[in-house]
């Protein structure tokens, strides 16, 4: 199900569509807000573990567009989000092998929309992020995506370890693409239920999550650069899986 991206604003709107369960991708609030009102909000934010960010009153205006915001601008995000564990049984109940990609903390928009394109192009049954702390699906990740981000199932939980709880617990083998391994990818069976689990630009996969996984991979590479782009890394990942399930089923 999806919606147009929408910029909503009012305290007592924000509460109201927090309460209603729209998805909310990040709210601002203005620095220094005080009131009964706005207690209610961050109380309900806090309950909810909904992102925000403290920003003064210029952002605020050009972001609703109207100076009578009331010091809280929120953005509802354009797709609606699945639930992991419904998902997950929709998936191994289906005649295809599952293929499921985490994305541990993943920053960047476009990044985050070239990932869901390519992800939708090689097959993946369902794209896996944090609520808090990931890049969020607004109006440029739908277009990097190239509208991969209203076809492919999205789902949000509150710890990545969460997700992967859940996948091994259905017999789906985790693999983590790091450089901390002596493993290529190419070394890594893909012809089974899989979910491929990505990290940071900048740090990563967790640690504690890499102590989680089954498997661990990495990219070989020949340059003097030290790592790929995230986004290129995984479409690697994804071409590899889709090339070891495509080879042994011509077998």
Request: aromatic share 6%; charged share 25%; hydrophobic share 40%.
């Amino acid at each position: 199900m999806t919606k147009e991206t929408t910029i909503i604003f009012g305290i007592r709107a924000i509460i109201e569509a927090i309460e209603s369960d729209s998805t909310i991708n990040k709210i601002y609030l203005q620095k220094g807000l005080r009131g009964a009102l706005f207690y209610e909000l961050d109380k309900i934010i806090k309950e909810k573990k909904i992102t925000t960010s403290l920003v003064p009153v210029e952002k605020l205006d050009r972001l609703s567009k109207n100076s009578n915001h009331q010091g809280a601008v929120a953005q509802i995000s354009p797709i609606d989000f699945y639930d992991l564990e419904r998902l997950i049984e929709d998936t191994l109940e289906s005649d295809k092998i599952p293929l499921f990609l985490v994305l541990d903390q993943l920053s960047d928009v476009r990044n985050f929309g070239a990932i869901i394109r390519t992800a939708e192009c090689t097959g993946v049954n369902g794209i896996i992020i944090q609520k808090n702390g990931s890049a969020p699906v607004n109006a440029e990740t739908v277009k990097t995506s190239a509208g991969a981000a209203f076809k492919i199932p999205i789902c949000k939980v509150d710890h990545i370890k969460d997700a992967l709880y859940l996948l091994q617990a259905a017999d789906i083998k985790t693999v983590a693409a790091t450089e901390k391994t002596d493993d290529l990818v190419y070394d890594i069976n893909f012809n089974q239920p899989i979910a491929i689990v990505m990290g940071s630009e900048d740090k990563g996969v967790n640690p504690s999550v890499l102590k989680m996984v089954d498997y661990k991979a990495k990219l070989p590479l020949l340059g003097e650069i030290a790592s790929l782009n995230v986004s290129v890394a995984c479409g690697a990942f994804l071409y590899e899986t889709l090339r070891q399930r495509v080879i042994v089923n011509k077998k």
